[in-house]
Nanobody, 121 residues
Framework: QVQLVESGGGLVQPGGSLRLSCAASGSIFSIDTMGWYRQVPGKQRELVAR???????NYPDSVKGRFDISRDNAKNSVYLQMNSLNVEDTAVYYC???????????????WGQGTQVTVSS
């Protein structure tokens, strides 16, 4: 089994910053893409940032220039530095990893449990 554990969410004022962390553990041979999605009630989950094992990065225009994704392959971890936060960034943030399982070699997507980010004055 594979688990993703997120941390770092919370309440922040507009213009502030937060850093999210996510660590994957378990039966892992390798991880290709890791990333972050977010979701607000009544809306679809949307991509926030993703990074491949080779370091290629994608951001939607809504966060480009404000958010910064990074990863530590040795620790099977991914991070999201969020700056200049605004109220529209309020959501539950989910970590995501595309994992190749140890022994079986199968590839599957795994998700964290989600961490709440609230931007409010």
């Amino acid at each position: 089994q594979v688990q993703l554990v997120e941390s770092g969410g919370g309440l922040v004022q507009p213009g502030g910053s937060l850093r999210l962390s996510c660590a994957a553990s378990g039966s892992i041979f390798s991880i290709d893409t890791m990333g972050w999605y977010r979701q607000v009630p009544g809306k679809q989950r949307e991509l926030v940032a993703r990074i491949t094992s080779g370091g290629s990065i994608n951001y939607p225009d809504s966060v480009k220039g404000r958010f910064d994704i990074s990863r530590d392959n040795a620790k099977n971890s991914v991070y999201l530095q969020m700056n200049s936060l605004n109220v529209e960034d309020t959501a539950v943030y989910y970590c995501y990893a595309q994992v190749r399982r140890l022994f079986s070699g199968t590839v599957r997507d795994y998700w964290g449990q989600g961490t709440q980010v609230t931007v409010s004055s």
